[in-house]
C-alpha cells in the first residue's frame, strides 16, 4: 500500500508560488495527515503551512478536492515534495525568513521520506536573485520590511521586487 502522496501546482515555477500538499496515510489507509504548504519559490520560502489529521473521505473531497479545484495540481513523487519544501525553506532562511509558525507541526507527514531519492534540481529565485512579488494578504509595513531585509542581505541590485503601495504609489525593481 502506498504510504504518502504529493502534489503541486504544474506551473509552480513559472508563478512562483503555490501550494504544495504531502499526505501520509496511515491505520491501512484509512486515516491521513496532511501537510498543506503555500510555497513561494522566489524569495520567502513556506509562507503558510497547515496539519491536518482526517479519514481517507475528509481528505480525497476536502483537503484535496479543494486544492484540486482550485488550482491544476499534478502528482509528484513525496520524496521531492519534501525535498522541495525543505530547500525553499532553506534558501528563504538564508535571506532572513523564518517559515511560517505551523511549519514544523505541518513537516510531520515527511516521516519515511528520503529527500537523497528525489533526482529533481530545483532552482530558487528568479534569473539567479531573490525576487519579492507582494501579495494581497500582505500589508505595507510588511512588504517594506520584506524589501527592508532583502536590502540588508543581499545588498543593492541583487534582488527584485514588485511592491504596489497604496492606491496609486508602486516601488518595484523588477526583472528587465
Not at 117 to 133: D, L, M, S, V
Request: proline share 5%.
Amino acid at each position: 500500500m502506498t504510504t504518502h502522496e504529493a502534489l503541486w501546482p504544474e506551473d509552480l515555477f513559472e508563478k512562483g508560488i503555490g501550494w504544495v500538499i504531502v499526505a501520509r496515510f496511515k491505520s491501512a489507509g484509512q486515516r491521513v495527515e496532511a501537510g498543506v504548504f503555500l510555497v513561494d519559490v522566489c524569495c520567502l520560502g513556506v509562507k503558510l503551512a497547515v496539519h491536518e489529521s482526517c479519514d481517507r473521505q475528509d481528505y480525497l473531497q476536502g483537503i484535496r478536492g479543494h486544492y484540486e479545484s482550485d488550482f491544476p495540481m499534478v502528482t509528484v513523487e513525496p520524496c521531492c515534495a519534501r525535498k522541495l519544501v525543505e530547500q525553499a525553506t532553506q534558501y528563504a532562511q538564508g535571506l532572513g525568513f523564518a517559515p511560517h509558525p505551523e511549519y514544523k507541526k505541518a513537516a510531520r507527514v515527511f516521516g519515511g521520506l528520503h529527500t537523497e531519492q528525489c533526482a529533481q534540481h530545483f532552482t530558487f529565485g528568479r534569473e539567479g536573485k531573490p525576487f519579492y512579488c507582494r501579495s494581497p494578504r500582505e500589508t505595507e509595513d510588511q512588504a517594506r520590511r520584506i524589501v527592508g531585509q532583502l536590502e540588508k542581505r543581499c545588498g543593492p541590485g541583487n534582488y527584485h521586487y514588485l511592491v504596489a503601495l497604496g492606491d496609486s504609489q508602486q516601488i518595484s525593481r523588477v526583472l528587465d
